[in-house]
């Protein structure tokens, strides 16, 4: 048999694979978000003769059809296998790493960027005259060397937190998870295995050496909110066969009375349930990330201003039962006067909490 009669099956079938994925692009309508990506999708290009003439155009089709491309949730599933078979453990800013940890790349130290975010703090620190404590959480990789690639990059999370303690020392507590997370990590899930952030288990280990006190975790009740939850780093490297985990609410009373931005929105429980069935399940914990909200504690005395990114999400389940009032910030979306917030509010404690990479990167502390 002639060898352009044998290719003929296989030229059939690729000529009748792409001609389907482009009725199906041409006929799909297009979605705007990826939820399992959690990121917005390219829109279509604007067509115009000067976007065509200098490359805007072709640019932006080309990002369009790779974004809208059918079944485009599979092929990022397929390529990171493919990786994974071709010797890559680390893609998309993310490494796969034992017994189905999916932990975030190191990042480069910025040094710049660290000493003006102290220097904000201590502004601030020095502003508001309020007893407060810094907790600035490692990240995932760096506490938990076991479970990383054998082939990966340098994680700076210790000699960065070394200097910032230095530099903050004198203005505020510092609590230093690092030594304590390290030897914990390797045997209970203080990090999720499929985002970047602290399980529940984690954040009350850190509500503990701030308070400096003995774990009693059976002191709370503890409710598994949903057992399917798939988290940002899984969403970057979709590998089916890693497991979904459990997302847990810690609490000693069941309701709470939450205030959102001033009065906004206003509810009686620290769990929004309505994220659990959608595709951003951490936003259980005090609504996703909003500017201002204030919760009602169980302690007769005391208000505590928790300025935070995500991390502080999970966290603020426990201080609740220490103050009678708990008022969170975040300064991504917070573009108020902190200090002046913290006096008009009769804040009695401040606590600091970002995850290392976070802070180091943060451009909104100058707030």
């Known amino acids: 048999m002639d060898t352009s009669q044998k290719n003929w099956p296989l030229i059939a079938f ?23 990506e959690k990121r917005t999708l390219e829109p279509f290009p604007s067509v ?26 599979l092929w990022v599933g397929a390529y990171s ?70 082939n990966h990059d340098v994680y700076y999370d210790a000699e960065l937190l070394s200097l910032a303690k230095a530099q903050l020392e004198s203005s505020a507590s510092w609590i230093d998870l690092s030594s304590s997370f390290e030897p914990l990590a390797e045997l209970e899930p203080l990090f999720y295995r499929t985002d970047h952030h602290w399980t529940s288990l984690g954040a009350y280990y850190a509500y503990c050496a701030w308070r400096d006190i003995e774990p009693a975790a059976g002191e709370w009740t503890q409710e598994i909110l949903c057992g399917n939850f798939r988290g940002t780093t899984w969403n970057k490297v979709p590998l089916p066969t890693v497991p979904a985990e459990e997302i847990t609410a810690w609490y ?8 959102y931005n001033n009065g906004q929105y206003e509810t009686e429980s620290i769990y929004e349930r309505k994220y659990l069935s959608g595709s951003d399940q951490y936003a259980v914990f005090l609504n996703s990330n909003q500017a201002q909200t204030v919760i009602e504690g169980s302690g007769k005395n005391g208000k505590l201003l928790l300025i935070k990114d995500s991390y502080g999400n999970t966290f603020s389940q426990f201080p609740v039962e220490d103050y009678a009032e708990v008022h969170v910030l975040d300064l991504r979306f917070f573009k108020g006067d902190v200090a002046e917030y913290a006096k008009e509010n009769g804040i009695t404690d401040t606590l600091v909490l970002y995850g290392t990479q976070n802070f180091v990167k943060a451009t909104n502390l100058r707030f």
């Open 81 to 150: 296998y493919f990786c994974l078979a071709t010797g890559r453990n680390g893609w998309n800013g993310i490494y796969a790493g034992k017994d189905g940890y999916l932990l975030r790349e190191p990042i480069s130290p910025d040094y710049e960027a660290l000493s003006r975010n102290l220097s904000y703090i201590r502004s601030f620190l020095s502003a508001a005259e309020i007893p407060a404590t810094m907790l600035i959480v490692p990240s995932a990789g760096a506490v938990l060397p076991g479970k990383l690639p054998q």
């Open 14 to 36: 690729f000529c009748g694979f792409l001609a389907i994925i482009s009725i199906l692009f041409l006929c799909l309508p297009p979605k705007s978000v990826s939820p399992v």
């Open 48 to 73: 115009s003769a000067s976007a065509i003439a200098n490359g805007r155009f072709e640019a932006g089709m080309d990002r369009y059809v790779s974004d809208h491309i059918p079944g485009r949730t």
């Open 252 to 259: 000693q009373h069941p309701t709470r009375h939450v205030s």
